[in-house]
């Protein structure tokens, strides 16, 4: 498979447009002649001392000779999700995460979407780790394809123990053996070829995440990860402001920063708010209650056991993803649990209704998930019954909201009572609002500011609040994925864009869905198919009987005058071509679809998929 032509780059297009955005954002000194320029007139009092020394000559050439650090995001700049950020130095290159994105409606049969790393591939002879930030999939979920990729097992997979834990159960499913894990914990220093690289302890919405202080010999970069400041988190780790502190004194000339809730103008509610809300509504109904969250969010797990604890019940976990994460989370011990506090789901019809909970996968309203076979009566286990209490604990992601609307109704309909976030306190993001955003900024001081993690909103909204506290519009860069920045002493400016986009994973097979068979599908569940079928005789082209019209799933396929129109254009079609264009199939069958779309068109305003079979008697 060659993933240069199979893979689908949707950023192509946009480049052109992008090339006019960087002539303008080039007025600053950009290339090598206006980097020399800089060089001369700098501010920086340290570079002019440089200047006026009697050795200037020999300095400024060791200054030149030192490579500039580049900084290329593959993604996460284009939509929340796929995060992926290069760092290259002279001969080294670190990624900081490599995540995938879940597709929403317009990716009909599209499993996941990962980033476009066709740049990592080609410099993979530099590649000397990957860090990843924290466990969750947008962070993780394009390790095991880029590992396949790579072919090279050898590259070391930096990270937190949970998170590693979580990647090696990834890993036994792709059957990817002898993979390099170095465990790190915040506090760490680790020297990666030219790299420095400090992790330090972020606060979100699963345990051991990070951000990570990256130093190289020509300024340093400090990369937030996904974070918010919770004050009161319920592991006790906090985001770590005297770390940041330091980093700050030692100089941020970049920092990249998440931009998830730029937009929400206060602080992130604690997720310690959450528990309470949950222990509130199970001590309130002596039914069944049952919790539909992320599997990847530990910290809520926590949170519903906990509050099954307090209020007497046991917990009973269903669902793929839920039950192998819990697993892992319990035998690494982030996950507090007594072995006598879950059940077992087949269990669950012998046991009280008020000292039962299930926890379960579903939130997103997922119609092969736990929840959603509940919703429907088709779970091999649970059913909801009248009076069963349902709690959404998530937000919906962007894209989902009808899926989840719809098992509400159908849990609703089995009587059941369903509570999701507009109803009460339970759910809060795992990510900093503009308050925190703000302060975040304030503490860590950069030079430089470009906002991650986030589509064109959010960045833009990130780089106003950075704006609010002082950084000047010119030193905040909003990128696309595939765009450079270049940095050395002298600052920062944009440089050459490397191939990007993104790659669609259909099943077990990557990137060989091209565009125009989701063209294909798109028009199949919008549009629907029609099929011409019609007899030819072999030696004169001329037609035998009738033609044939299958219509299926085009609006209005079923009105009879409208297929008797089709099958009456057929048949002058084929009567006005046979004269013409004796024993060309394939130019009759372009005549058929081009005059049957153009009817179809005319009377539906609909563009069905047309397919002409022709056979010769
Ligand atoms: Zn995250
Ligand atoms: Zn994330």
Redesign the pocket.
Known sequence: MDRRTTSVRVTNNERPARTNNRVQIEQKPVNKAGRQKLNTTTKDKDNQSTLNTPNKKRERETVKQKPRLKIIPLGGLDSIGKNMTVFEYGHDMIIVDAGLMFPGDDHPGVDLILPDYTYILENSSRLRAILI????E??TGALPYLLKDLDLANVVIMSSKLTLGLIEGKFKEHRIENARFREVQAGDHVAIGSFGCDFFSVN???PD?MGIFIRTPVGNVLHT??FKLDQTPIDGVHTDFAAISRFAKAGVDLMLSDSTNANIPSFTKSEAEVGKALKQIISSTDKRVIVASFA?HIHRIQQVFDAAIATGRKVAVTGRSMLTNTKIAREMGYLKVDEHDFFDAYSAKEIPPDRIVVLCTGSQGEPLSALSRMANGEHRTIEVEDGDTVIISATPVPGNEIDITRVINALSKTGARVYDKQEALVHVS??AGAEELKLMLTIAQPKYFMPIHGEARHLRAHADLARNVGIPKKNIFILEIGDTLLLDETGIVIGEPVESGVVYVDGLSVGDISNVVLKDRQTLSQDGIVTVVCIIRKKDYHLIGRPEIIMRGVVGGDDQRLVEELVSLAEYTISSFAPFQRHNPSSLKRALREEISGLLWEQCHRRPMIIPLIMEA
């Open positions: 930030t924290h466990g969750h947008d962070h979100h919405s699963i995440s990860g996904d990847s795992g990510h």
